[in-house]
Structure formats: structure tokens, C-alpha cells
């Protein structure tokens, strides 16, 4: 676990022992993450968060719940994360949420690249906003 004021979570999400994510569902931290191919323990708390979650977990399949979008202060019990950890890591369940975030990697980064759609409306966007 890494626990700083800030952390270079790019690097972080994209090293080779990255094998999953435990996250409040912020657009930036799920884009991230969705590059990257790296499968989240959705821990939505407020504002866009419970809606990434949702997201994430059951439009995309990309990662597995800790709880449900704050309906109360209740504190998440260590043996429910725990078993979130355990069901993204080691289960069936587990493997076909990290299979799912590698092949939604790989789409994104495709459309990334040069010549990819999201490239290139980008590209097109500029140019246009840069016009004379």
C-alpha cells in the first residue's frame, strides 16, 4: 500500500506487480486505471465517484465493489475489503474482471495512438480551436 500526499500513480498503475486497484472512482483515478489495465476495488465515496463506480464495476466489468455508494457513515469492516481483494485476485470471478480490464486497455490505447479515433478527433478539435 502506498500512502503519500501524492503519488506518481501512472507509474504506480502501469508496473508489471500492479495487479489491482483499490479506489474512491474518481474520473481521473478510472481513466487511469482503464489505460492501464489495471482491474479496481471500486470504494465510491461521494460527488462522481458512486457513478464511476458504477461504471466500472457493472457497464464496463472492469472491477468489483467494496460497497455500495454512501447511503450511510458505516465503517467498511478490514474482513469486507478483505474479501473484495481476495474475489479480484484469487477467484474465477477475479480473472475475468482482470482478462476484461486488459482488453479494454488495449482498445483505449488504440484509440490513443496516432490515427486512433480519439486521436484524432482530439487532433481535429485543436486544429479547429487554432484556426486563424
Avoid at 465515496?45 to 464495476?57: E, I
Avoid at 469492516?77 to 474465477?92: F, N, Q, W
Avoid at 480473472?95 to 482498445?107: C, P, S
Amino acid at each position: 500500500m502506498v500512502v503519500r500526499d501524492w503519488a506518481p500513480q501512472p507509474e504506480i498503475l502501469a508496473h508489471k506487480s500492479t495487479g489491482g486497484y483499490m479506489s474512491h472512482c474518481g474520473w481521473n483515478s478510472c481513466i487511469e486505471s482503464i489505460t492501464m489495465g489495471v482491474p479496481i476495488a471500486a470504494f465510491p465515496m461521494h460527488s462522481d465517484q458512486p457513478t464511476n463506480a458504477v461504471l466500472v464495476t457493472e457497464i464496463l466489468k472492469v472491477g468489483l465493489s467494496v460497497r455500495e455508494p454512501i447511503e450511510s457513515l458505516e465503517v467498511v469492516k478490514a474482513s469486507t475489503i478483505e474479501s473484495v481483494v481476495k474475489r479480484l485476485m484469487d477467484s474465477k470471478e477475479g480473472d475475468e474482471v482482470r482478462k476484461r480490464a486488459e482488453e479494454l486497455a488495449v482498445v483505449v490505447r488504440r484509440a490513443t495512438e496516432e490515427g486512433g479515433a480519439s486521436r484524432v478527433e482530439l487532433d481535429s478539435f485543436i486544429a479547429h480551436i487554432c484556426r486563424d
